[in-house]
């Protein structure tokens, strides 16, 4: 299974909020250090707040940072969420496939989909950031740590 490119950014962005303390990055800042589009930085930061798992804090000092919520956030969790409930394979595309009304290969791909979440589920974004990781996004951003806060 692939993960969309608006996923894969959206945990980008979760582990570096994670890292991070007193230096709140901007959306800018975070793009820079993912060496990512602000554009498309910007939709994923939208898309994190409006679940709660990220927050923007204005003023002076002000910038993005993780709730609670999105450091203890299950990392299958936001996958199926940011990925949706569709089928790995499209069954009905344009042209729909003649199997698609008895097929048992459709039925074991959406076990395997199930599978690979379940396989995320135990782990939380704040795991995400213990070392080695942590210590690497710290190196490329800049900043003080929080990463492996209970
Ligand atoms: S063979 Fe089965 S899984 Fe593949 S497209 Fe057809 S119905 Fe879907």
Same mark, same amino acid.
């Given at each position: $299974?692939?993960?969309?490119?608006?996923?894969?950014?959206?945990? =980008?962005?979760? $582990?570096?909020?994670?890292?991070?303390?007193?230096?709140?990055?901007?959306?800018?800042?975070?793009?820079?250090? $993912?060496?990512?589009?602000?554009?498309?930085?910007?939709?994923?930061?939208?898309?994190?707040?409006?679940?709660?798992?990220?927050?923007?804090?204005?003023? =002076?000092?002000?910038?993005?940072?993780?709730?609670?919520?999105?450091?203890?956030?299950? *990392?299958?969790?936001?996958?199926?969420?940011?990925?949706?409930?569709?089928? *790995?394979?499209?069954?009905?595309?344009?042209?729909?496939?003649?199997? =698609?009304?008895?097929?048992?290969?459709?039925?074991?791909? =959406?076990?395997?989909?199930?599978?690979?979440?379940?396989?995320?589920?135990?782990?939380?974004?704040?795991?995400?950031?213990?070392?080695?990781?942590?210590?690497?996004?710290?190196?490329?951003?800049?900043?003080?740590?929080?990463?492996?806060?209970?």
């Amino acid at each position: $299974m692939r993960l969309t490119r608006f996923t894969d950014l959206a945990l =980008r962005v979760l $582990m570096r909020l994670a890292v991070a303390e007193e230096d709140l990055p901007t959306t800018r800042d975070v793009a820079a250090t $993912m060496e990512v589009p602000y554009t498309h930085t910007a939709k994923v930061v939208a898309k994190l707040q409006h679940l709660g798992l990220i927050e923007a804090r204005r003023g =002076r000092g002000g910038g993005l940072t993780l709730t609670p919520a999105g450091r203890a956030a299950s *990392v299958g969790g936001v996958v199926r969420e940011l990925e949706g409930a569709g089928d *790995v394979v499209d069954c009905d595309g344009t042209v729909a496939c003649p199997l =698609r009304s008895a097929c048992i290969l459709r039925g074991a791909l =959406r076990r395997a989909q199930e599978a690979f979440f379940a396989s995320l589920d135990p782990l939380t974004v704040n795991d995400l950031v213990a070392a080695p990781t942590g210590p690497l996004l710290l190196g490329i951003s800049g900043g003080s740590t929080g990463a492996g806060r209970p």
